[in-house]
């Protein structure tokens, strides 16, 4: 008798868990965040030495599309039939998904400065160099997925942009590692590594920068924005699957 009790205590303990969360997962897709309807919006805004640089969400598009693949490869390799497993990984106190939202704003903001720094320099891109980006940038419209051109509504003409910096960012970081010096010849390895974001040039480099994200960037939240979230619904918190779990009856 006094299981039955407990039992049927933990069922409506449990139902009264599920009813909350499934209030909290209808609250939070009426404010959900769509983030093709902000493109326009300013997300960061990188300055330094008299200069300035705005990206939009949509500039940003493209760093957190990388930053999902990349991450994303890794999830389905962990568990291929649920990739939110790996996205959900919490470890050095942080959450994989926030760290890859990191990277993506990282690697934009590292553009931005060497863009800056190529600009102060009078670097420009080539012909050559030009044509390479707009080849490049057809490349990635044409191999868009129909989920990451829902997202960031990327065509050849909004990407071209995005690429062109890249594209100066490279030339500069690459100019920066032809003509490193500071341990004399045979470090070609050590340069490379300097100018990526926690290198040494690049870290120096970045103090004379400040950064400042907006509340439109602050709700972005990546894993399932370019990239398809799997979930096995076997694992779904479901009342059934509570029942099954502490093997009741409901009707006992």
């Excluded at 049927?8 to 939070?28: E, K, P």
């Excluded at 399932?224 to 479901?238: G, Y």
Aim: glycine fraction near 6%; charge should be negative; include cysteine.
């Amino acid at each position: 008798m006094e299981t039955k009790k407990n039992n049927r205590i933990l069922l409506i303990f449990a139902a009264c868990v599920l009813a909350v969360l499934l209030l909290i997962a209808y609250f939070s897709k009426e404010e959900e965040f769509v983030y093709s309807d902000h493109l326009t919006e300013v997300a960061v805004t990188v300055t330094g030495d008299g200069s300035e640089m705005v990206l939009t969400l949509g500039d940003l598009g493209y760093y957190v599309m990388t930053s999902e693949e990349n991450v994303n490869t890794l999830a389905e390799i962990y568990n291929e039939s649920n990739t939110g497993q790996f996205w959900n990984i919490y470890t050095n106190h942080t959450f994989i998904r926030t760290k890859a939202k990191e990277i993506a704003l990282d690697t934009a903001v590292r553009d931005a400065v060497y863009v800056m720094e190529a600009q102060k320099a009078g670097m420009t891109l080539t012909e050559e160099e030009e044509a390479a980006a707009v080849a490049r940038t057809r490349e990635i419209v044409d191999g868009l997925s129909f989920k990451q051109y829902s997202v960031t509504q990327y065509t050849e003409e909004t990407l071209l942009p995005v690429m062109e910096r890249i594209f100066l960012a490279s030339k500069y970081a690459n100019d920066v590692v032809e003509h490193w010096d500071v341990y004399g010849e045979g470090y070609t390895q050590a340069a490379k590594v300097a100018v990526e974001i926690e290198g040494e040039y690049y870290e120096d480099l970045a103090q004379g920068y400040t950064v400042k994200t907006t509340a439109v960037w602050d709700r972005v939240v990546l894993g399932n924005l370019t990239v398809q979230e799997m979930v096995d619904n076997s694992t779904v918190f479901t009342l059934e699957n509570i029942k099954q779990r502490f093997a009741l009856d409901g009707n006992s």
